[in-house]
């Protein structure tokens, strides 16, 4: 009896394989090439836009993860965002502008995964100048409306997305990816801000999108460039700037938070900080995440392990000397899955045992960022920087201390 049920229960759970009921672990084991990213991202990616069982048909077609062509990642990926590209298009002829705005912002969360996790082929070249066109087009109806900035520093340009809520000067929050998420991906992140009345201005970490510098120990300087700027606009409180980096990115945040009088408030999510960078963490990280780091320092994809060492070292705040008691720091949030497998979940605890006053935020189960955690923490981590980042109520003057009491007098 036990044997029929047993024959019973696989036979179920083909059955709803088949259907599409049940399909991750399938999915992941198909896409060989990608199966770390598949397996820690796929949840991401759903809460980012994608319908989570047409990203998993469009996976399923995948045997080639390299390639340009039938079959290959970038090439699957992108049916299902030109599906929605057209939607979008259609959608504005009949001047419904609602679907329109979904549908281009469903087609570039699709172009965002085809180009995943970098750009490294003419056709994810492509990929990514599709999903930011469909991005911007979806951008037309956002409201506050998105601003294109373009920033003069070092002979370059830094390309960033300003959105200012009509809420007077508020306060503004830098918003970035790291290696393999960039601005125009972080729509979620960007809209907690905005519900608690901040502006937000979303650029690409160094080493990524359109950015053009490289990743290296100093790019803090190009988040410190991005900083002058929005202090010197007149329709920001450029007196409470605060930081919410994610990912890779999340290093600057714990280094900003120590080094920059200007930042006020600093959300770090998932950062590498000291332990990720050493050769026995190293080794532990897939091939394709080690290749997209490598990418974004612009550095040799096929290099040794000794050189991958080498390069990574400088990149911890250990090294850098700054994991000590610091004289001065901005409010600092730490925010992490304890089943990171690409960041080691002591690598949060590091700061606040070197003597860096932080908050703890680590979700139990989760991974990387904690992405099944995004709904509750980047709203949370949102009201976190509007507390940090609100102006003191002012003190009235005595002028207005007599005016008082002479009223209350009559």
């Known amino acids: 009896m036990k044997k029929y049920l047993w024959i019973v229960a696989v036979l179920v759970v083909a059955a709803l394989v088949v259907l599409g009921i049940i399909y991750r ?3 992941v084991l198909r896409v060989t090439g990608m199966r770390p990213f598949v397996e820690e991202r ?3 990616w759903v809460e980012a836009g994608a319908d989570e069982q047409e990203l998993d048909a469009a996976l399923r077609r995948v045997h080639d993860p390299l390639g340009s062509g039938p079959g290959s990642w970038v090439y699957e990926l992108s049916q299902p965002a030109a599906e929605h590209e057209a939607a979008a298009r259609e959608a504005e002829a009949a001047n419904d502008t609602a679907t329109a705005a979904q549908e ?17 082929t003419p056709a994810k070249a492509e990929a990514y100048r599709k999903h930011i066109e469909c991005y911007l087009e979806a951008a037309k109806y956002f409201d506050p409306p998105l601003e294109q900035v373009r920033i003069p520093f070092e002979g370059k340009t830094i390309i960033g997305y300003l959105r200012v809520p009509d809420v007077g000067e508020p306060p503004v929050v830098i918003v970035t990816g790291g290696v393999d998420t960039w601005k125009s991906d972080v729509e979620r992140q960007c809209q907690a801000m905005l519900a608690e009345g901040m502006a937000v201005f979303a650029f690409d970490m160094p080493g990524t999108g359109e950015s053009q510098w490289a990743l290296d120990p100093t790019s803090d300087r190009v988040y410190g460039a991005v900083v002058e700027y929005l202090k010197a606009r007149g329709d920001l409180d450029g007196e409470n700037i605060g930081v919410y980096l994610q990912s890779f990115a999340g290093l600057f945040a714990v280094k900003l938070a120590l080094v920059d009088p200007d930042v006020k408030a600093a959300v770090n999510i998932g950062g590498p900080i000291h ?15 080690v290749k997209t780091i490598a990418n974004a320092m612009r550095e040799d994809l096929d290099a040794s392990f000794e050189e991958t060492v080498s390069r990574a070292k400088p990149m911890s705040l250990g090294e850098q000397g700054l994991l000590k008691k610091p ?10 899955g304890d ?11 590091i700061i606040s045992k070197s003597g860096i006053q932080q908050d703890e935020w680590v979700y139990a189960g989760d991974g990387h960022c904690a ?5 509750e923490h980047a709203p949370k981590a949102a009201s976190w920087l509007k ?18 009491e002479a009223q209350e007098a009559q």
């Open 275 to 289: 332990l990720a960078f050493t050769p026995e963490h190293i080794k532990k990280v897939p091939d394709v995440m």
């Open 387 to 404: 507390a940090h980042l609100a102006k003191p109520e002012k003190a009235p003057s005595a002028v207005e201390l007599e005016s008082g």
């Open 42 to 44: 796929f949840g991401g």
């Open 327 to 336: 004289e001065r720091q901005a409010a600092l949030l730490s925010i992490n």
């Open 25 to 27: 672990e399938p999915l």
């Open 104 to 120: 281009y912002q469903k087609a570039a969360v699709f172009y965002f995964v085809a180009r995943f996790p970098f750009v490294s």
């Open 339 to 349: 089943q990171d497998p690409l960041v080691p979940i002591e690598d949060l605890y």
């Open 371 to 375: 992405p099944d955690n995004l709904k």
